[in-house]
């Protein structure tokens, strides 16, 4: 028997580039991993520092605490977001130098180490890294690394690559039951807009992956393949959530698909819930089914108001901009919250943007102005813009980003800094 220690830090994005959320997400791969790890024989902790609120000095104290074989720590706030990362390693950086003399072997998971691993293991001074999803690999590093897939390790004086990245079988994962306490401290609810929280929320997967291949997604080196949890797994999970007074759930797939079975369930459980997906792969007819379900937030790509826009894009939508748009209002009859994502796209006159925002706003449907487009390495679009990743390739992507836009997403209200500057801010701590 081993004993792990799973944390995830207290995180921080002064200086990122980082557009996802700041608040607090159930950290679903640790829930899995621990579940697998328990089943394997082994003694497993969480150490949440951002849902805790940590400081080092009180993270340090629980693991120190509970003496750890292995100490595994994330490079991403939560698998929520690993496909938008925030590609500086500053904060794992200091969690592991403030740990390393209570951690025994260290081990990193996430984004970093699945698409550049031998940099994620030097620049984090880890022992081992995972690449790709890392729950099925934790119980499988007590033994000989020899034979474990999907890793990147020091071996001596050299580092190595040993397989290519995992994608877990969906159909292998139990369903999650938290405690009651952490439940409780979780109060934030994932992008719903429609009323202020009066009780705890969530966050769960029923699929992970996407079939469609869209250029921006950093998806190709991991959480690759669409796969689909068993209904009945889903069915527990939620259940154990709503049993112990959760409120709003939001379902973190990189696409929620329609999927009448699930959302007939959905409905029987009175459940509040928010989603993201494609409005173009939703008829009129399930789309009033999500809404009955229980669903009152909807966080819709369409990306570019035009369909050359879409077809640089590699979206394979079939609807013109105006079906798009009449689709989205028609969500929103029936949801409370419905947003329509877009990039700054080149095909994308401004004068038209706006227009076509104001007529989705004036008739209920938020429409962002256009972010963006960062290169993550992992993604179609890096490929089509360097080829293959290289070590440096969150520095090659980090540095177009900066030197290509003068405005970001709305909620940088500063200008970020190099990953340079950023990640050495970490050395000292």
């Known amino acids: 028997m081993a004993?792990?220690?799973?944390?995830?830090?207290?995180?921080?994005?002064?200086?990122?580039?980082y557009f996802g959320c700041r608040d607090p997400h159930l950290p679903l791969e640790f829930g899995y991993s621990k579940a697998l790890l328990e089943t394997a024989g082994h003694e497993v902790v969480i150490v949440d520092g951002q849902i805790d609120c940590l400081d080092y000095g009180e993270m340090k104290a629980r693991v120190a605490a509970f003496r750890p074989d292995y100490t595994v720590v994330t490079t991403a706030p939560s698998y929520l977001f690993w496909r938008c990362a925030p590609p500086e390693l500053r904060v794992p950086q200091s969690v592991v130098q403030n740990l390393k003399d209570v951690a025994g072997t260290l081990v990193g998971v996430g984004p970093h180490a699945s698409t550049t691993p031998r940099t994620a293991l030097q620049k984090l001074g880890m022992d081992v890294v995972v690449i790709g999803e890392c729950e099925e690999l934790l119980p499988q590093l007590v033994g000989d690394w020899d034979q474990v897939p999907s890793i990147c390790y020091r071996a001596g004086s050299s580092i190595r690559v040993q397989g290519s990245p995992r994608?877990?079988?969906m159909a292998d994962?139990?369903?999650?039951?938290?405690p009651a306490d952490v439940l409780a401290r979780h109060s934030h609810h994932h992008h719903r807009f429609d009323v202020a929280p009066a009780g705890p929320g969530a966050e769960m997967e029923t699929s992970r992956g996407c079939p469609y291949h869209c250029t921006f997604c950093a998806k190709d080196n991991f959480r690759n393949l669409y796969r689909k949890r068993p209904l009945p797994v889903i069915l527990e999970e939620l259940d154990g959530l709503l049993g112990a007074g959760v409120e709003y759930v939001y379902f973190i797939d990189e696409i929620f698909l329609p999927n009448r079975e699930l959302l007939e369930a959905c409905a029987q459980r009175k459940l509040k819930f928010g989603v993201?997906?494609?409005i173009d792969l939703w008829t009129p007819e399930m789309l009033d089914l999500l809404g009955a379900a229980g669903c009152v937030s909807i966080e819709a790509g369409v990306e570019s108001i035009t369909k050359e826009g879409r077809k640089q894009l590699d979206k394979k939508c079939k609807m013109t901009t105006q079906e798009l748009a009449d689709r989205l209002i028609h969500a929103k009859q029936r949801v409370p919250f419905v947003q329509a994502n877009l990039l700054e796209m080149h095909e994308d006159?401004?004068?038209?943007?706006?227009?076509w925002r104001q007529?989705?706003?004036d008739r209920g449907v938020w429409a962002n102005r256009p972010v963006p487009l960062f290169p993550y390495p992992g993604s179609p679009d890096y490929t089509k813009r360097w080829g293959a990743t290289t070590d440096d390739a969150w520095e090659r992507a980090h540095d177009f980003y900066l030197n290509g836009f003068t405005e970001f997403s709305d909620i940088q209200e500063e200008r970020p800094v190099s990953l340079v500057q950023l990640e050495l801010t970490s050395h000292g701590a």
């Open 3 to 17: 004993k792990f220690a799973l944390v995830n830090p207290t995180w921080s994005f002064e200086g990122s580039i």
């Open 167 to 169: 994608s877990s079988n």
């Open 173 to 178: 994962l139990p369903a999650l039951h938290w």
């Open 276 to 278: 993201q997906t494609r």
């Open 349 to 355: 006159n401004a004068g038209d943007i706006e227009t």
């Open 359 to 361: 007529y989705l706003i």
